[in-house]
Nanobody, 123 residues
Framework: EVHLVESGGGSVQAGGSLTLNCTAS???????LSWFRQAPGDECELVSR???????HYAGSVKGRFTISRDNAENTVYLQMSNLNPEDTAVYYC??????????????????WGQGTQVTVSS
């Protein structure tokens, strides 16, 4: 089991930027890494995914605004978020889940999950 810890969340105004970090307890070299988010009353949705070979996937709503990257030497995956809008407000989770796109909650059995970090965007 990989222990994941997210950080970097916070409150920003619309148009602002944040970078989320997810640090793992072990090497991430052999893991596909994903960022999910869940807003109150909504399902857990995949935001971005980065495969072992460097292929990236982004949800349509964040494409062009968010960038996922990894630093294997630091066992860390990042999510750079720019031009944020209030619809981006959610708890963001990193995970080694590489199959889920949408779920009731961000705790699927298909990978390990962090505890989440809150992102709040005000208009």
């Amino acid at each position: 089991e990989v222990h994941l810890v997210e950080s970097g969340g916070g409150s920003v105004q619309a148009g602002g930027s944040l970078t989320l970090n997810c640090t793992a307890s072990e090497s991430l070299d052999d893991h596909t890494l994903s960022w999910f988010r869940q807003a109150p009353g909504d399902e857990c949705e995949l935001v971005s995914r980065l495969t072992i070979d460097g292929t990236t996937h982004y949800a349509g709503s964040v494409k062009g605004r968010f960038t996922i990257s990894r630093d294997n030497a630091e066992n860390t995956v990042y999510l750079q978020m720019s031009n944020l809008n209030p619809e981006d407000t959610a708890v963001y989770y990193c995970s080694t889940d590489e199959v889920t796109a949408r779920a009731g909650d961000c705790d699927s059995p298909y990978g390990d999950w962090g505890q989440g970090t809150q992102v709040t965007v005000s208009s």
